[in-house]
């Protein structure tokens, strides 16, 4: 195995692993939603947990001026506070399938724009059929949910839709500016929980008093240690290596995950237009047609 496949191999093994927590996050941002908590206590506990872990390596081993690059306060508004405040916000209002689709469905449609604009990415044809197929279950989701008396689209859609946005242009941002793995992960949490949490404090509504501290202690530990620092870094590690767009495209899949395990899980139906529309993003993520032209699907 030569260096290139070496390191896309290894940027693979590091896409499954985000995967697996991005589908996670879905099921936890959504227990979090509906529980006693606000978006912002969710919020609070991610950058205020991820910030007390890190301080300690900021001060021995980092240069704190570093963070005072204006591009680190960007990268921090959109993959940091944007992404999350608008996520936490859409899982208060609209069911995990929901979260599901407009989250992660979104993402390739929003990485590709952003990769276009910021970052002169050219669209390829497999880029445009994976797109097309997305599109499509997305718009047959949207006819056949439309069409039962119990299911609607709100506010909380379009935060899902918002918060993906913010996350393809963070992406994008990365890639053009170069900005190191560690230093970017490290600068979102901290710059993220110094804007966040005196507003949070002063001025936000919270139902953290009434939560019980088994529901604190999950969303601090999974949303302030395993999202923030360990899948942020292996999915910034990603990108890298393999390209914004591919593994934007995978982490499509976390969806059908996160929808299948929700039913179980929340109690939450799978209906014929969600697996519609979570059958077009695998479709279109995984691109199956390039298997059958012999291409490879590590080209981004």
Known sequence: MNQTSRQQWIGYGLVLFTLS??????LVSRLAGKSVLTPWDTTALRFGTAAIVLLPYVLWKMEIRQFLNWRYLVVAILGGLGYAMLAYVGFSLAPAA??????HGFLPFWTAFMGWLLVSEAMTRDRWLGLS??????GAMA?????????HFGWGDVMF???????????ALLKRWQLPPIPATVGVA???????????????PSGMAQASWSVIALQAGFQGILVVIV?????IEAVRRLGAFTVGSFLALAPMLAASLAVPILDEPLTIGLVLGLLGMVTGALQPWRLLTGQSTTRT
């Open 21 to 26: 927590v991005w589908a996670s996050f879905i």
């Open 231 to 235: 899948a942020m870094l292996t999915f």
């Open 133 to 138: 197929c997305i599109a499509f279950g997305i």
């Open 143 to 151: 006819f056949l949910e439309l069409q039962n008396p119990n299911s």
């Open 190 to 204: 901290i710059i993220s929980a110094l804007l966040f949490l005196p507003i949070y404090w002063l001025f936000l």
């Open 98 to 103: 929901h979260g599901a689709i407009f989250l």
């Open 161 to 171: 839709a918002a918060a993906s946005a913010s996350w393809a242009a963070y992406t």
